[in-house]
């Protein structure tokens, strides 16, 4: 089992950063994906970045220019630098972890922005 402890939410203004951790710990042996979602009040749950153990990445457009997302392999943990925050980006964001074919979640984070 893997479990998963994401930090770093908060209410932040418009045009503020914050930044996102999740830390992964118990058995870990090769985790490849790791990624953030986020879920708005009423909406899905949807993705906003990836990034494999070879460091490749992948973000939703809305994001792309404002959010980086990194990896620590050495300590199981990745990140999430969010900047130029919008009031759209209010959300529970959620890091997910996949190893041998299995995701685990975490039990998520809140951010809000304020206009």
């Known amino acids: 089992q893997v479990h998963l402890v994401e930090s770093g939410g908060g209410l932040v203004q418009a045009g503020g950063s914050l930044r996102l951790s999740c830390a992964a710990s118990?058995?870990?042996?090769?985790?490849?994906?790791m990624g953030w979602y986020r879920q708005a009040p009423g909406k899905q749950r949807d993705l906003v970045a990836t990034?494999?153990?070879?460091?490749?990445?992948n973000y939703v457009d809305s994001v792309k220019g404002r959010f980086t997302i990194s990896r620590d392999n050495a300590k199981n943990t990745v990140y999430l630098q969010m900047n130029s925050l919008k009031p759209e980006d209010t959300a529970v964001y959620y890091c997910?972890?996949?190893?041998?074919?299995?995701?685990?979640w975490g039990k998520g984070t809140l951010v809000t922005v304020s206009s």
């Open positions: 990034i494999n153990r070879d460091g490749s990445t």
């Open positions: 997910k972890v996949s190893q041998y074919g299995i995701n685990y």
């Open positions: 118990g058995s870990i042996f090769s985790i490849n994906a």
